[in-house]
């Protein structure tokens, strides 16, 4: 598994990325190109929200954070960052697709969203879909709800809010409001193995250290992966505590 290097976009110019491999001489040489950074945040509240999409946000009016007014100047609004099929319904500022190319990723390059929103994929989605994605920094192809994660503290927020990171802990059930849906394979009942997700977040955690997260659940007293509890930069609320905190 790839360890990311703790980035940021406002020192971020770009970074190669392997296009081809060519076998010659007894040797694989691949051919890269340059791919520099193409987008600009100038985000000023510091506070992001990430949503993915785990069931339990079923229960939560995303529209209440999709039209937060932000105070004056919009100085407190939230970033948002959403996963895959979120497109359907609500239009974050910016949605990370990952998966199976002849699923979500084709579905979303193909649905018209990709002209009007920025939409992060990795190379090789780049690559099989030119003028659609932006490439994800460092691309660590992780799972879309990790990489939104990583790309709000690469922005610099200090606070992020976790919305619909359900995780798994029920054999034979998929936490995911999509599942079952077209671009997801398996319906509700698919197996889904919770360790890759667990790992990855705790990355993220234990990387960008300053960075407030704040998993947001029904209860504050939700269930929790057990790596996660160890973090002391990871916090857990509840819906109501974060519509106070987030002033929604």
């Known amino acids: ?34 791919i520099p950074n193409s ?11 990430v949503i993915g999409n785990g069931i339990s946000r079923k229960a ?26 979120l497109y359907r319904d609500h239009s974050p500022d910016f949605l990370v697709v990952s998966g199976d190319d002849a ?11 990709c002209d009007n929103h920025v939409v992060y994929a990795s190379a090789p989605h780049i690559q099989a879909h030119p003028g659609k994605f932006y490439l994800i920094p460092q691309d660590p192809g992780w799972n879309s709800g990790s990489v939104a994660t ?24 998929n936490y995911n409001v999509y599942a079952g849906t077209t671009g997801y394979q398996g319906a509700t009942n698919a197996e889904a193995d919770p360790a890759f997700f667990d790992i990855t977040m705790k990355q993220i955690f234990d990387l960008y250290t300053e960075v407030d997260f704040v998993r947001v659940m029904p209860s504050e007293y939700a269930s929790m992966p057990e790596s996660w509890k160890y973090c002391p930069n990871l916090r857990q609320i509840s819906f109501r505590q974060f519509v106070l905190d987030a002033d929604l």
């Open 150 to 173: 990583y790309l709000a503290a690469f922005d610099g927020h200090a606070r992020v809010y976790l919305l619909g990171f359900d995780g798994q802990d029920t054999l034979h059930y």
């Open 39 to 49: 987008v600009i945040n100038n985000q000023i509240s510091n506070k992001a929200c």
């Open 103 to 113: 699923g979500i990723v084709t579905e979303v390059a193909n649905s018209g969203y």
């Open 60 to 85: 939560f009016k995303l529209s209440a954070v999709m039209n937060q007014f932000g105070g004056l100047l919009s100085r407190e609004k939230l970033q948002t960052y959403g996963c895959n099929a």
């Open 1 to 34: 598994m790839i360890q990311l290097k703790k980035l940021f976009r406002a020192t971020y110019q770009g970074e190669e990325v392997v296009t081809d491999l060519v076998h010659t001489g007894q040797r694989w040489r691949p051919s890269k190109e340059w």
